[in-house]
């Protein structure tokens, strides 16, 4: 396949991969999480701006890799002008701390660009720029949130595969429902093994908001095989919408809205489950699995 990555470079990152340094790093590494959604306007981006600002006040250090390449708009919802991305990166122009930008409180934004179409034509050098520079996260962060785009385009998909545990987004409209079941549908068909959770954004009640998660969590456990969490329900809340106007995030403008209420929940109860947790993660497995997703992808 075009968009996969060739198997002899593959083989070299996973080389590389092996023999990097861990100097510096943490014992497991930053916990990665992906945010992805069937299809747009379910707000994807907008949940996880708010989610990674609810975990910079529990202490987190985070930083959220914008991946939509076709509409990337975490730096609109932060109010923020990145002046570099992963492109830069890549071609040597600025090291990875260079290329974040910093928005409110501390949380930090590394957008994509076309950097992640590239993945899949890196020379060997800049293959370990990569390695290099991701690893870096490892030991400035403690959260890596991939913001994806919707749908699923390889480029973006790979990422979403690769992450320890993937947060898929839906509201209540039925064109939404199926198109998250569709996205769950393909992650299954590359990784039963994937750690998804399901969030009803837009709900008017969580009665609403749990229909929604046994209707899909039946479907993929009955044709799928596999089982889903239910992370939880954002309600419909006027003053998302307003903070959305006023380029803010909703959790910064309304802090004791409903919605504000219902993101720190979530971020209290991912805070507890990792605390929970033990094993390996961060920005090295994350280059691993995205490696043996292309190599198997090429057989």
């Known amino acids: 396949m075009r968009d996969s990555i060739p198997t002899g470079q593959a083989e070299g ?14 014992e497991g590494g930053a916990k990665i999480l992906a945010v992805a959604s069937g299809k747009g306007g ?7 701006v708010n989610l990674g600002l ?6 987190k250090r985070v930083v ?17 002008i990145p002046r570099y991305n992963l492109t830069h990166v890549l071609s040597g122009q600025k090291s ?16 994509g660009g076309t950097g992640l179409e590239d993945l899949a034509n890196l ?16 030991a ?47 992650i299954a068909n590359r990784n039963k093994a994937a750690n998804i959770g399901l969030v009803v954004n837009m709900v008017s009640s969580k009665k609403q908001a749990q229909g929604v998660y046994d209707r899909i969590s039946v479907t993929v456990n009955r044709f799928l095989g596999m089982e889903i969490k239910y992370r939880g329900a954002i309600p419909e809340d006027p003053m998302v919408r307003n903070a959305i106007r006023q380029q803010q995030p909703f959790l910064l403008r309304y802090p ?5 209420r219902a993101i720190n929940d979530l971020a209290h109860r991912i805070v507890d489950e990792e605390q929970q947790q033990e094993g390996v993660g961060g920005m090295k497995l994350l280059l691993q699995r995205i490696v043996g997703l292309s190599i198997g992808r090429t057989r």
Request: aromatic share 4%; net charge negative; glycine share 8%.
């Open 13 to 26: 990152l996973q080389r590389l991969l092996q023999t990097a340094t861990s100097k510096g790093q943490r």
């Open 42 to 48: 379910v707000g994807k981006t907008n949940l996880a």
């Open 54 to 59: 609810s975990l910079v006040r529990l202490g």
């Open 64 to 80: 959220i890799l914008d991946a939509d390449m076709g509409l990337a708009n975490v730096d609109i919802v932060l109010n923020r």
């Open 96 to 111: 990875l701390m260079e290329a974040l930008t910093e928005g409110p409180e501390g949380l930090m934004l590394l957008a």
């Open 123 to 138: 020379s060997r050098w800049r293959l370990k720029r990569l390695v290099d520079s991701l690893q870096i996260l490892d």
């Open 140 to 186: 400035e962060f403690d959260v890596i949130i991939i913001d994806s785009g919707a749908g699923i385009a390889h480029a973006v998909m790979t990422f979403v595969l690769a992450a320890q545990e993937i947060l898929v987004v839906t509201t209540v409209d039925p064109t939404a429902i199926t198109d998250a079941y569709g996205l769950i549908k393909v």
């Open 256 to 260: 004791r809205c409903a919605a504000s």
